[in-house]
């Protein structure tokens, strides 16, 4: 029973076209991530945001993009999409605010698995 | 900036114990996390440690010593479920969040064999 919610699951795109994937929860989270992760691999932070209007860019660098108008919806956009982007995307939350162990569970969505042709 | 090692993977049978080290490296500590990943899965929490000492829970046990920057994660009793890739996870200081943001190792992959 998850409680963020990622859509598509699988996506086969060619290249040059735009997508966006959908990130929602319905925690009231404030704190929201986009991890990218090959198979076997680490998860890299290529965005995240604080709240509302807060977005800011990760560690590895990412030519998507990011909006949070709402608190629940964190979508992340990709303008042309080239092979290189094939990977799993996932997306997080968790609510800050509440301090000790609670603040340190992050909880993923399913995951959106992009392959651009 | 922030660094974590943990070996790439561990194989072990049905009913043995294994352990998973986590040595870290990094500025403004808050805490260390352990999630689970299944092939094609999403990572789900399993502990968290912000003070030395070891935290249990049912088959899986954490420990953390934080004057040696080291962890690790127990595994008891090993089912064939338990095959996944474990990750250590580091709580550290950020600028943007008086709680840090976490920073994840590469994954140690669980192999269990019957």
């Known amino acids: 029973e998850a409680d963020i919610y990622q859509t598509p699951r699988y996506l086969v795109i060619g290249t040059g076209k735009k997508i966006t994937l959908e990130c929602s929860q319905t925690?009231?989270?404030?704190?929201m991530y986009w991890y990218q992760q090959d198979p076997g691999m680490e998860l890299h932070l290529i965005h995240y945001?604080?709240?509302?209007?807060?977005?800011e860019k990760g560690d590895l660098s990412s030519e998507s993009t990011v909006s949070r108008i709402r608190t629940e919806h964190f979508p992340l956009t990709l303008e042309s999409a080239r092979p290189s982007h094939t990977s799993q995307y996932l997306c997080?939350?968790?609510?800050?605010?509440?301090?000790?162990?609670?603040?340190?569970?992050?909880?993923f969505g399913a995951g959106s698995r992009l392959t651009v042709l | 900036g922030q660094s974590l090692e943990q070996p790439s993977e561990v194989t072990a049978v049905e009913g043995a114990i294994v352990q998973i080290n986590c040595t870290y490296q990094?500025?403004?500590?808050?805490?260390l996390s352990w999630y689970q990943q299944h092939d094609g899965g999403a990572p789900t929490f399993l502990s968290y440690?912000?003070?030395?000492g070891l935290e249990e829970t049912g088959r899986f046990s954490s420990f953390l010593s934080r004057s040696d920057s080291y962890g690790y994660l127990l595994l008891q009793e090993l089912q064939m479920k338990d095959s996944a890739s474990y990750f250590c996870?580091?709580?550290?200081?950020?600028?943007?969040?008086?709680?840090?943001?976490?920073?994840f190792g590469r994954g140690t992959q669980l192999t269990v064999w019957p």
């Open positions: 925690m009231g989270h404030d704190k």
């Open positions: 945001s604080y709240g509302v209007n807060s977005t």
């Open positions: 990094t500025s403004g500590f808050y805490g």
């Open positions: 440690n912000a003070l030395d």
């Open positions: 996870a580091v709580r550290a200081s950020d600028r943007g969040s008086t709680l840090g943001r976490l920073y």
């Open positions: 997080a939350s968790y609510a800050s605010g509440t301090g000790g162990r609670g603040a340190n569970v992050l909880t």
